[in-house]
Each structure stands twice: as C-alpha cells, then as structure tokens.
C-alpha cells in the first residue's frame, strides 16, 4: 500500500537515536529523574500514555536515563516527516501494511503533526528495505540522517 501522496510531508526518516518502550502498572511510579528530565527537557522524543490498565512510557533514549529503561532500548523510530493535515486518511495503515507483510512488529504512536513507527533495533535493515519496496521515500534531515548500520 504506497503513501498516498508525493508530499515531502509524507517522506520518512529514521531517527538516530534507540527508544524505550516502558510498562508500568496503574499507580507504578514512572522514576524520579524521568519525571524530572520530562519537565526540564533533557531527552528528545517523549510520550506517557496512561490507560484503566497500564502506564505507557516511550522515549528516546539519552544518557542520564535509568538503567531499566536503557535495557528497553531496543527499538528504532521511523517518523513520518510531517506536518501532515488532518484530513489525511489511512497514513499510518498504508505505512504499516508493507511492515506487516515483511513480518516487522511495529509500535506506533501520533503526534499533532505526525506519526511515528517503532521497530525493533534488529529489524530496521528490513523495515527500510520493506517501506522503500512499496514506494516510501526515506530523506535526510538535521535529526533524521538515515542510519550508517544500514
């Protein structure tokens, strides 16, 4: 299923940093210095997300970080470039299907502007070769140069 569109707002980059996907149970305390780097800014990418039955915590990782969390790096991060409108439709089920064909998990998340896809670290490689295969196009950014381990 190709991206809908040619709009440079639909071009994907791969973020050069792992993530964290963390789960804490209802009324588990996210840690201290998490908290703390969350409000003072320290980190890039951060996302809480809470439910009647977990805590979601996904993040970039960064080097003042637990070492719990660090261990749950293994994740990667294709972002959607964005800022795409919200009259868009079926983005992220035309990002994921070539994923899902390739038998590459996914993680995914939104933002106001965008949509992100979290793969797993080992997985990348193919992750990238899959969404390329149906017509994705990977670009290069500030943040976002495409990873040399490719």
Not at 18 to 38: H, Q, R, S, T, Y
Not at 46 to 69: A, I, N, W
């Amino acid at each position: 299923m190709p991206p809908p569109s040619n709009s440079p707002a639909l071009h994907l980059i791969v973020l050069p940093e792992p993530f964290f996907v963390v789960k804490l149970k209802p009324g588990e305390d996210i840690a201290p210095c998490v908290v703390k780097n969350l409000t003072n800014g320290k980190g890039g990418f951060f996302s809480v997300t809470r439910t009647q039955d977990e805590v979601s915590l996904v993040g970039e990782t960064y080097k003042s970080m637990p070492s719990s969390y660090k261990e749950q790096s293994t994740w990667m991060c294709i972002k959607i470039q964005g800022p795409m409108e919200h009259s868009l439709t079926g983005i992220l089920a035309s990002l994921s299907a070539p994923l899902k064909v390739s038998k590459v998990p996914i993680f995914a998340l939104s933002t106001w502007n965008t949509d992100y896809v979290l793969v797993p670290t080992e997985m990348l490689p193919e992750a990238v070769r899959a969404l390329e295969r149906d017509g994705w196009v990977f670009v290069q950014g500030i943040k976002g140069a495409r990873v040399a381990r490719l």
